[in-house]
């Protein structure tokens, strides 16, 4: 056995100081470095702990003579899911789950696992709970209706009885929950501890390569919204799932943020309920769901895409006289900075004067995007709310708004269409240059528009202007 000796490590980035720091010089955080008591081993240990990391390295290859078989894909049976992870999960693929204590992930994997246990009894499903006993798992199992499941469970933190376990069971898939409670045997520092998190998440990943089965880690965030423990470990897993909460804790919305098997700018939407989480299969039913039969002064509805995902939402506006020497601004789930560029561009092209008003706009439902097709719908809420002229209730706006006050084109605008006839709307003003490049009509009128003012007179007069063409 070798020496203890202390040492200081920062909690955000993993960098060590031998004596204590108010600020970390790698990552300038500040009360980030904690003590941690670490074995100091000689050149025979170190050796033999190198040797252990390359037993399951393989002998090198020419590219053009490694097997490359085809590439097959475990559907968890949650449409949202597998659409997240690009079909299915991949054998040997590490996949870590975070988002804030109590958003469901421990729910939403056991729902996974115990329909994965079901749909492929060959390959054994593992379930590793280090932050609730077996009886505990028992009673969630139960209530979300999955206690039938031939699903193997384990309540266990430290790491080598699960490598053990997994290396007599072999199981196709292993769930983790959570990697921050797992401990390292061979290291004296606390679970949850940088060298803890970062040294079990690296011995699952050699598991998973050698043996490809796919490892589910679920881990917390933080405060700030990051994920606890090293950034290392976002570096080592394959892919990394955010799991959040939209509308008031209603909804929740699981976001890929990396991804070596699939897109990253998918969405999953999942509702939380008395049987576990439900899928949110129509989202445009859900965001327009509060939407008022009459028409509304403020409200205008748009399309957004999320990946290969089109989603109705409502774009909300307010315009009051302020009480305050400067007028605020302020944005929900758009971008400020975004926001603050459409505003200019309608001061300056419909001669709107709001310097002496508060401008809220928001996304109603909670959602959060970056898609620049609501451009339109933002100036035409605003407008609407500033001149207390309601948009029609059936009238969809896309369009992106330039600085000049022109309306561009906007992306994949057929499916965009599509989505407001299925939602039931009957009027659509898009950008005038995206007419003729329709190869399919929808089931719509189509108004055209080329700049914010052709809009602003079409929102006014309540008819179509001249220069602009209906299908």
């Known amino acids: 056995m070798g020496r203890l000796k202390s040492l200081y490590r920062c909690q955000e980035c993993g960098y060590s100081a031998p004596k204590p720091l108010g600020q970390c010089p790698d990552c300038s955080a500040w009360n980030t470095m904690i003590e941690e008591v670490v074995e100091s081993r000689p050149q025979s240990a170190a050796g033999s702990a190198a040797r252990r990391m390359t037993e399951f390295s393989s002998e090198v290859t020419a590219l053009s003579e490694a097997a490359a078989g085809e590439e097959t894909r475990r559907c968890t049976g949650i449409a949202e899911f597998d659409r997240l992870l690009g079909g299915g999960v991949v054998p040997g693929q590490v996949i870590l789950l975070a988002g804030p204590p109590g958003i469901g992930k421990s729910t939403l994997m056991l729902q996974a696992a115990s329909r994965l246990a079901v749909a492929d009894a060959r390959n054994p499903v593992l379930y590793v709970s280090g932050e609730e006993s077996l009886r505990q798992v028992s009673a969630r199992a139960k209530r979300l209706g999955v206690a039938d499941a031939p699903l193997l469970v384990v309540s266990e933190t430290d790491l080598s009885r699960i490598l053990a376990a997994a290396a007599r069971l072999k199981p196709g898939l292993i769930v983790l929950d959570s990697v921050q409670t797992v401990f390292h045997p061979e290291l004296s520092s606390g679970p949850g501890s940088v060298a803890q998190v970062r040294e079990c ?10 043996t490809d089965a796919a490892v589910f880690l679920l881990g917390h965030v933080t405060k700030e919204g990051s994920l606890a423990g090293p950034k290392v470990l976002e570096h080592i897993v394959d892919t990394v799932l955010y799991f959040d909460t939209e509308r008031h804790d209603l909804l929740r919305v699981l976001r890929a943020q990396k991804n070596r098997f699939g897109p990253t700018d998918e969405l999953g939407l999942f509702e939380m309920g008395e049987r576990g989480l439900r899928e949110l299969g129509d989202a445009s039913a859900f965001f327009l769901a509060d939407r008022a039969g009459r028409p509304q002064a403020g409200r205008a509805p748009a399309v957004t895409l999320e990946g290969s995902r089109a989603m109705m939402v409502e774009v909300q506006g307010l315009v009051v006289h302020t009480k305050y020497p400067l007028p605020r601004r302020m944005a929900t789930g758009l971008d400020l900075n975004r926001v603050l560029v459409l505003l200019a561009a309608m001061e300056k092209h419909l001669s709107l004067r709001l310097e002496a008003k508060d401008v809220f706009v928001s996304l109603a439902g909670g959602l959060r995007i970056k898609d620049p097709a609501v451009d339109l719908a933002v100036c035409m809420a605003i407008l609407s709310s500033a001149r207390d002229i309601p948009v029609a209730a059936d009238t969809v706006l896309l369009g992106e708004v330039g600085l000049l ?67």
């Open 201 to 210: 998440a690296a011995e699952l990943l050699r598991l998973a390569k050698a």
């Open 405 to 471: 006050g022109d309306v561009g084109r906007v992306p994949r605008l057929e499916a965009r269409l599509k989505e407001a006839a299925k939602a039931g709307l009957r009027r659509a003003v898009v950008p005038e240059r995206s007419l003729q490049g329709l190869s399919r009509k929808p089931d719509l009128e189509l108004v055209g528009v080329p700049d914010l003012a052709s809009a602003a007179a079409l929102l006014s007069q309540g008819r179509k202007p001249d220069h602009s063409s209906k299908t």
